[in-house]
Structures are given as structure tokens and as C-alpha cells.
């Protein structure tokens, strides 16, 4: 991140099975593998990419039911009533991100993004055929539930500097699953951080002084 990292390094994980992509997000996790390709059988996911800083294409909404971030991070938004849109939720490699079909936006990419995402069309005869895909996609709901609502918890402290250190922490919990995250990535922005936290940028470049003083 940009002016210095607030969390340290990362871990590396061993894929849960073996599928044809060696960095295959569900295999990361365990999730999906009726789904995904071994070698033999097709994918069921579609692989897309987007440049850091781009929105995320609007057609996903209706076209796909849900994203698995392979790598990057992807920063979940919504209109707000008057003024910028709101930052929700913040889903880096390994997360299942979500939305509805008629969704006017989802988000943007914070970095460069790899997704597979997974077509609506189709979906319903997976579920019903393979209950242990039905079981993943109620897990990954429930997962990125647990994260817009830990964000909005985060959001809610009293101080900036608070809700700044609450949503670090929310990040360092949620950001890779299936591990507790020790380092933000090298390109997610400061400003980032300050929207999902929802404060001024100056409140996040004041932080690292304050809790190096504070020790």
C-alpha cells in the first residue's frame, strides 16, 4: 500500500485439491470442485480480467451470479443517496463475491484483477445435481455477509483513527481466506482504505505516527 504497509506479510497456502490451474481460487479454499477443471473436465467458471482502477463491467450483473477473485482485489460498491458511492466490502484472492441481477454496479478493481466468475445461466441444475456445490455457495454467501457486516462495524467507531484500526483489522481477517492476512497489497491505495473505513485519506496517512508514538 501506498506511504507504507499498516500489516505484514502473507501466507502461503496449499491448495485444498488439485485442479488444472495452479492458482485455481476454489481449490485455494476446497469449494467448488465438481466445478472446476482437473485436467480432463471443462470449467464451469469463465476467467476475466481488469486493470486496476476499472469498474467492473455492469453486463456481469446479469450475466454471472458470482465471482471467485483469483488474484487482486475487488472493491464492492454501492450508489450512495447524494454525493460518491459507498464502499461495502473489500474481497481479495479466494473470496466469493456476489450480486443481485439487477444490480446498477458492483464495484471496481483497487489492483489488477483475475475473477472466474460463475454464469447465472445454468446455475439452478448445478445446484440441484451436485449438493456439495449448494453447501459452497451458502458458505460463500454467508462469507461475504460476514464481511460487508464487519465493514459497517468498522464504520460505525466513534474516531477515524478507530474505525481506520477496525477496518485493518476486518481486512487482515477477511481479505484472503482461507488465512488471516499479514500484509495489504503492495498497490491497494490508501485511498481505498479510507473509503471502506469512511474517513479522510489524511486520517489513514496519520495513522502509522500515532500508533508508532503510542507504541
Do not use: H
Amino acid at each position: 500500500m501506498d506511504g507504507g504497509s499498516l500489516i505484514r506479510s502473507d501466507e502461503v497456502v496449499t491448495p485444498r485439491f488439485r485442479a488444472a490451474c495452479i492458482d485455481c481460487p476454489a481449490a485455494r479454499v476446497g469449494c467448488f470442485k465438481s466445478c472446476v477443471s482437473d485436467g480432463v473436465t471443462a470449467c464451469r467458471f469463465v476467467k476475466a480480467t481488469i486493470s486496476a482502477r476499472a469498474s467492473l463491467p455492469r453486463t456481469w450483473a446479469a450475466q454471472y451470479a458470482f465471482a471467485l477473485v483469483r488474484r487482486g482485489v475487488l472493491v464492492r460498491t454501492r450508489p450512495a443517496t447524494r454525493g460518491q458511492d459507498v464502499a461495502i466490502d473489500c474481497a481479495g484472492t479466494g473470496s466469493l463475491v456476489p450480486w443481485a441481477p439487477d444490480a446498477p454496479q458492483i464495484g471496481f478493481a483497487a489492483t489488477e484483477l483475475l475473477v472466474c466468475l460463475f454464469p447465472r445461466e445454468g446455475l439452478i441444475e448445478t445446484l440441484a445435481r451436485d449438493p456439495s456445490a449448494a453447501n459452497d455457495v451458502i458458505e460463500g454467501l454467508g462469507a461475504a455477509l460476514n464481511r460487508v457486516e464487519r465493514y459497517a462495524e468498522a464504520r460505525g467507531q466513534r474516531s477515524a483513527e478507530s474505525r481506520v484500526v477496525a477496518t485493518l483489522s476486518v481486512l487482515a481477517d477477511t481479505l484472503s481466506p482461507p488465512v488471516r492476512r499479514q500484509r495489504l497489497p503492495a498497490t491497494f491505495q490508501q485511498r481505498d482504505l479510507a473509503a471502506l473505513a469512511d474517513v479522510r485519506r489524511a486520517s489513514v496517512l496519520r495513522l502509522p505516527g500515532k500508533l508508532e508514538r503510542e507504541g
